[in-house]
């Protein structure tokens, strides 16, 4: 085994390009928790933004139009999920893994025609002075817009959750509905609009995994990455800052491992392969330990169904 | 302001009628609230009084009839515009966010919050001025229910209200704590407020109100000055027929039948309280009633006599043998039932029906099942003995529970468990939010329970209750029982004292 070649530069900066698919959907996830609702559909919608972000790159060959149109498409397998649960009142859990499995097919679909192509490259940030600096310019100041975005979207929720108004009013809403309904907070509307903010949050996290981080398009490429931004909902206890940590703890193991690959361990791949999951569900087990500190910080009204009544 | 007819008409109601499906909540209801009166809105569950209300709060829009608000007409389309004009509004329950602080609580009830510090700081102001000391960083989910209360009054004062709506307040309030609100509404009301207030505690009417108005079955049926009648006579203006009082039966104890010794015990629950080195004795056809405010460590007791939490083998006996680490199912094989507070969810299976629930937790005790088997047809009847013999009123026993209105399911509850003929039988808030003769009947049916030698536990809020059924009395304050005295002849002042513990030091200061 050959631990010469070991390079934090390119530790961080994969870490953090491995990382930005699941902190956009986990991001937007966490928002949709926060309102008292559980999508899990997240895999669904990053499949789907991921092939219209792809489809209209390589149509119109802008990888900004291709964002935006990722974002509106995982808005509206976000609005599907939240007309059937917020007004038909289907089970959300039932019609998220609904969403996964229509969002799979009708990526496959749509995306026959464009397996193999290269989509136009995303262009990389060049900041005067600070992209050029000695490794700390290529690691952290040399990435797409794309990178930043994310980080900027988890800073964004945290002040909205933490100072604003319509933090509040989001998160009493998801703590008791019932209440907020009580105090004339309109619970139905609030929660649709977080569930489509979660679906384009979703949608980008899927375009930027077929537009930089691979770049193409395969069937069924984000290979797990909704379920992952799921669990790390709960790492970080509904906490946007632990969701920033959560999503790199994951994209350095993900480094590692291939890392490790390269570096010919004495370990047949697959291990390799399947330790960050591996590794997020012994973090998760350990998070929930205690019981009454996990039930504490989620959101009281999770998943529960609201209908008016009076 | 006993002299209301000098005073200008602040709100006139006139012929509001109400439907929903299957019922009139509210039948050409039409009365005047004057500007600083304190006005009853009295009625048993189901009268509408609720439907009432939320519809001057703007939640529910009348069929037909007119709310005129100081001569102009009135028809909030939602709270937010009813919040406007200047009514505002203490809920009974469900509208308080546990896990956000005092003032974000109290900052999502008002149209206009200030900045988060200068809400603290306007909140400290207002709460000390009327008594009611708050810390405005606390998170509202380790508050008691008292504490809670002041944060929802706050929230309202904080609007400068014309009109405060006080629903069934006092249910979760100390005897000293319910002074302390009395004092804070009669300021209000010296300031010109008016308050509608809802309750069914007629005594509690009759020395904070000016006027009343009865509604039955959604119709105004009489009004009335409150000092002027006993409480005798508005619960029979209520009820609309004379009242049965549960009568007592003369009795000798037995033996001691349930032991608790030095339980020490964490909550199941992260809001919940800890019990500590609880020790109480209940003998055979004794009553013991426990007092206190909801949260003090009521529904961890009962979890611990049910069996839902186990705890050290020797910590609970019957009979002297030690049951503590049996399960819920291994109790009830030795006649230790219980009925829980939380109707649906907890007593209930919501969705499943009278005679499933029945099955849950009668299949030991009355050998519904065999060898794995369910006896649907013992079942049934057991099902509807229990209907039958508690008055339960349901279209029949294959309705699901969650349709049963509250009182009528409480009375399944209770009745499933005292049907078992249970040796030791606790249970937490028997006649919570059922109407005054139903109330009687399920107290009378403990009583009689007790009669053919049962001991029983009743963990209640009411304290009318406790003293007209307990043989004994303690109260748990902050998960510690206070020790056991004789009913009989304690006065308010000394149960207050029992029941706040060091929390009667803390009785606000009102000039």
Known sequence: MDLSSFDPVVLITTMMIAATPIMFAAIGELVVEKSGVLNLGVEGMMIFGAICGFMITVNFDSPFLGMCAAAIGGALMALLFGLLTQYLLSNQVATGLALTLFGLGLSALLGQRYAGIKPPSTPKLDLPILSDLPIVGPMLFSHDFMVYLAIAIVAGVWATLKYTRVGLILRAVGENHDAAHALGYKVVRIRLMAIMFGGACAGLGGAYLSLVRVPQWTEGMTAGAGWIALAIVVFASWKPWRVLLGAWLFGGVTFLQLYLQAAGLDVPVEYLSMSPYVITIVVLVIMSADKNKAAMNAPASLGKVFHATH | ?511
């Open chain 2, 1 to 511: 302001m006993t002299d209301t007819g000098e005073t200008p008409v602040l709100l006139h109601l006139d012929g509001l009628t109400k439907a929903y499906p299957g019922v009139v909540a509210n039948d050409n209801v039409g009365f005047k609230i004057h500007e600083g009166e304190v006005h009853a809105l009295l009625g048993e569950n189901g009268a509408g009084k609720s439907t009432l209300v939320k519809m001057i709060y703007g939640l529910v829009k009348p069929d037909s009839g007119t709310m005129t608000l100081r001569g102009e007409r009135f028809e909030p389309a939602e709270p937010r515009a009813a919040r406007a004009d200047g009514i505002a509004m203490v809920f009974q329950h469900f509208s308080l966010f546990d896990a956000l602080n005092v003032a974000e609580n109290i900052a999502l009830g008002m149209e206009k919050p200030p900045k988060m510090g200068d809400l603290a700081a306007r909140i400290t102001e207002v709460s000390e001025e009327y008594g009611l000391p708050l810390d405005p960083h606390a998170v509202v989910g380790n508050l008691s229910a008292g504490e809670r209360q002041r944060v929802e009054i706050i929230r309202c004062l904080l609007q400068d209200p014309k009109l405060l709506i006080m629903d069934e307040p006092t249910s979760v309030l100390t005897p000293q704590e319910v002074q302390t609100l009395f004092q804070t509404l009669r300021k209000l009301s010296s300031e010109g407020t008016a308050i509608l207030y809802i309750s069914h505690k007629l005594e509690e009417i009759r020395s904070l109100c000016d006027e009343a108005t009865v509604l039955r079955l959604g119709k105004v049926v009489g009004s009335c000055t409150p000092r002027e009648k006993s409480a005798r006579e508005l619960a029979e203006m209520m009820v609309g027929e004379v009242l049965h009082v549960p009568e007592r039966a003369n009795k000798d104890l037995g033996d001691v039948v349930l032991g608790v010794s030095d339980l020490s015990m964490p909550s199941p629950s992260p809001f919940g309280t800890s019990l500590k080195n609880v020790t109480l004795e209940v003998r055979a056809g004794e009553i013991l009633g426990i007092g206190g405010v909801a949260g003090n460590g009521q529904d961890e007791l009962l979890a611990a006599i049910s069996g839902e939490v186990k705890t050290s083998h020797g910590a609970v006996t019957v009979n002297g043998t030690p049951v503590g680490a049996l399960s819920p199912n291994e109790r009830r094989k030795l006649a230790i039932l219980a009925a829980p507070e939380e109707r649906l969810g907890h007593a209930a299976a919501p969705d499943m029906s009278l005679v499933e629930n029945a099955l849950l937790t009668g299949a030991v005790r009355k050998g519904l099942t065999k060898s794995g088997f369910v006896d649907w047809t013992a079942t049934r009847e057991f099902a509807r003995e229990i209907i039958k013999d508690f008055d339960v009123r349901t279209p029949g026993s294959a309705n699901a529970a969650r349709s049963l209105s509250g009182g009528n399911l409480q009375k399944f509850v209770v009745g499933r468990e005292v049907l078992q003929d249970p040796d030791v039988l606790v249970v937490n808030q028997p006649t919570w939010g059922v109407d005054a003769s139903a109330a009687a009947a399920i107290r009378q049916s403990l009583l009689d329970l007790a009669a053919k030698g049962a001991a029983i536990i009743v963990i209640s809020q009411d304290l009318d209750e406790l003293m007209e059924i307990s043989d004994r009395f303690a109260a748990l304050n902050e998960g510690t029982l206070s020790d056991a005295r004789p009913a009989h002849g304690l006065t308010v002042d000394e149960i207050g004292l029992m029941m706040g513990g060091a929390h009667s030091m803390e009785v606000a200061h009102v000039h």
